[in-house]
T-cell receptor, first 112, second 113 residues
């Protein structure tokens, strides 16, 4: 079992839709959770960074972490064509261990 | 722009050859990480350096090695290249020790012919 599992999609939605992207993880030591966005031929770009369980909001993006069920989500409101990219969830345990473990990514297309 | 610079952007070489990938971290970041991204494996952590010293190792082959120099730039050396080494190689940097997130460069695309 991979430490971080992510539905690869692809996911195709109309402009303005609410998008839900999800990951599960198996390592109980994971404490830090991130969402990265990766456009074609570019490096992953940090979108959201959370430490604890609960919600964190930044503009149209909301990251949600449920440590009890080892489930992390990213919600995108009012999705735009410019949101079309691959979204990667990632986790690490912290302390002296900064090794990021990534999901395989979900390819999202927002159609105008 | 993440502030992490990787060169070259694209490298084409043959099996058995050796290449060096270069990374300049963001200003002020002491830690550098190397990752390999392929279609089947996704993003895989290779190795981390902090202020010149190796800090953590992941799924890095013995044919691969890295180092971080006093000016904090880092190089990833890949030798005896095989077709399966064709992938995107990313460098990331962070202010390790303060639980800060990692910021990625745009990668080097390595193609082995």
């Amino acid at each position: 079992q991979k430490e971080v599992e992510q539905d690869p999609g692809p996911l195709s939605v109309p402009e303005g839709a609410i998008v839900s992207l999800n990951c599960t993880y198996s390592n109980s030591a994971f404490q830090y959770f991130m969402w990265y966005r990766q456009y074609s031929r570019k490096g992953p770009e940090l979108l959201m960074y959370t430490y604890s369980s609960g919600n964190k909001e930044d503009g149209r993006f909301t990251a949600q972490v449920d440590k009890s069920s080892k489930y992390i989500s990213l919600f995108i409101r009012d999705s735009q064509p410019s949101d079309s990219a691959t979204y990667l969830c990632a986790s690490y345990s912290g302390g002296s261990n900064y090794k990021l473990t990534f999901g395989k990514g979900t390819l999202l297309t927002v159609n105008p | 722009d993440s502030g992490v610079t990787q060169t070259p952007k694209h490298l084409i070489t043959a099996t058995g050859q050796r290449v060096t990938l270069r990374c300049s971290p963001r200003s002020g970041d002491l830690s550098v990480y190397w990752y390999q991204q392929s279609l089947d494996q996704g993003l895989q952590f290779l190795i981390q350096y902090y202020n010149g010293e190796e800090r953590a190792k992941g799924n890095i082959l013995e044919r691969f090695s890295a180092q971080q120099f006093p000016d904090l730039h880092s190089e990833l050396n890949l030798s005896s290249l095989e077709l399966g080494d064709s992938a995107l190689y990313f460098c990331a940097s962070s202010v390790a020790g303060l639980d800060q997130p990692q910021h990625f460069g745009d990668g080097t695309r390595l193609s082995i012919l």
